[in-house]
């Protein structure tokens, strides 16, 4: 099965940036879709941004232009860099890989366990 690592969560300052990296491992990675998600207290878990296994992305539009999601299929990593952050951003954030359809009677999709990203003056 795939297992899902994130890390580079932090406390940030308005304006400032991080880099969220999601290894994974036990699996094929290259074939998956790649997802970043995030979920603030009380409210629901939101789509931030994608990534196709041909490198196609989209973003949530509260986060276009700021951040950015690019995967390295030789280190099995997907990254989120996030710029200019705001306050708004504050929230667990969750890798996700989801299989090709084709596969998804075969592949299951996995989530991380979610690193914390506090943006706070």
């Known amino acids: 099965q795939v297992q899902l690592v994130e890390s580079g969560g932090g406390l940030v300052q308005p304006g400032g940036s991080l880099r969220l990296s999601c290894a994974a491992s036990?699996?094929?990675?290259?074939?998956?879709?790649m997802g970043w998600y995030r979920q603030a207290p009380g409210k629901q878990r939101e789509l931030v941004a994608a990534?196709?296994?041909?490198?196609?992305?989209n973003y949530a539009d509260s986060v276009k232009g700021r951040f950015t999601i690019s995967r390295d299929n030789a280190k099995n990593t997907v990254y989120l860099q996030m710029n200019s952050l705001k306050p708004e951003d504050t929230a667990v954030y969750y890798c996700?890989?989801?299989?090709?359809?084709?596969?998804?009677?075969?592949?299951?999709?996995?989530w991380g366990q979610g690193t914390q990203v506090t943006v706070s003056s």
């Open positions: 036990g699996s094929i990675f290259s074939i998956y879709a």
């Open positions: 990534i196709t296994s041909g490198g196609s992305t």
């Open positions: 996700n890989a989801d299989p090709p359809s084709h596969l998804s009677d075969y592949l299951n999709d996995y």
